[in-house]
């Protein structure tokens, strides 16, 4: 769960992708300015995230999907390794014990697919934003994802190929609302 999102890969991608492109508009404006208050504890965690999506929206809306990939491959094969040590070392360990490893997140799907590539993640979910004709809709079609992981999890994980125990699983979250879908 949130232990992929620490490692701000939708942040990354999205301040890439606006600086990337020059679209440093009053919403991204106030984002940064409201996360630098949000680091120096003048800003609440609601502040900071309200900010965060509404200039994503800005942002992803319209763009390119293959721009958009273009961004996610590149800042994962420059920070990848260093920047995600624990979840990768975390995922190796797994790995090494034979375990299915599923990445549950709120980040997009296409820029978990590449990190879940990288690090031998078994199967992703993350919120999957809709594209048509190329384009991001600015629409996710499992909004689900931000809200009812324990569902999510479930639908994605019925009628795989591979049996899971779920008496021997172990799931890692960040947030006491993890519980929820933890059990």
Same mark, same amino acid.
């Given at each position: *769960?949130?232990?992929?999102?620490?490692?701000?890969? /939708?942040?990354?991608?999205?301040?890439?992708?606006?600086?990337?492109?020059?679209?440093? *508009?009053?919403?991204?404006?106030?984002?940064?300015?409201?996360?630098?208050?949000?680091?120096?504890?003048?800003?609440?965690?609601?502040?900071?995230?309200?900010?965060?999506?509404?200039?994503?929206?800005?942002?992803?809306?319209? %763009?390119? $999907?293959?721009?958009?990939?273009?961004?996610?491959? =590149?800042?994962?094969?420059?920070?990848? $390794?260093?920047?995600?040590?624990? /979840?990768?070392?975390?995922?190796?360990?797994?790995?090494?014990?034979?375990?299915?490893?599923?990445?549950?997140?709120?980040? /997009?799907?296409?820029?978990? =697919?590449? $990190?879940?590539?990288?690090?031998?993640?078994?199967?992703?979910?993350?919120?999957?934003?809709?594209?048509?004709?190329?384009?991001?809709?600015?629409?996710?079609?499992? /909004?689900?994802?931000?809200?009812?992981?324990?569902?999510?999890?479930?639908?994605?994980?019925?009628?795989?190929? $591979?049996?899971?125990?779920?008496?021997?699983?172990?799931?890692?979250? *960040?947030?006491?609302? *993890?519980?929820?879908? %933890?059990?």
């Amino acid at each position: *769960d949130g232990v992929l999102h620490r490692g701000s890969l /939708p942040a990354k991608w999205h301040e890439r992708a606006v600086d990337g492109l020059g679209l440093q *508009d009053e919403k991204y404006i106030a984002y940064r300015e409201t996360r630098k208050k949000y680091r120096q504890g003048m800003s609440s965690s609601q502040e900071h995230t309200v900010s965060f999506v509404d200039s994503w929206m800005k942002t992803i809306t319209g %763009m390119n $999907y293959a721009h958009a990939i273009r961004i996610a491959e =590149e800042l994962i094969r420059d920070e990848g $390794y260093d920047n995600f040590i624990f /979840p990768s070392n975390l995922v190796r360990l797994a790995k090494m014990n034979q375990f299915i490893v599923v990445a549950l997140s709120r980040c /997009p799907s296409f820029i978990l =697919e590449i $990190y879940g590539k990288m690090f031998y993640f078994d199967h992703i979910l993350g919120a999957e934003w809709i594209v048509s004709d190329g384009l991001f809709s600015g629409i996710v079609s499992n /909004p689900g994802i931000f809200e009812d992981k324990k569902n999510q999890l479930i639908d994605c994980l019925r009628g795989r190929t $591979y049996r899971i125990d779920f008496e021997g699983s172990i799931s890692i979250g *960040d947030t006491q609302k *993890d519980t929820e879908w %933890m059990d």
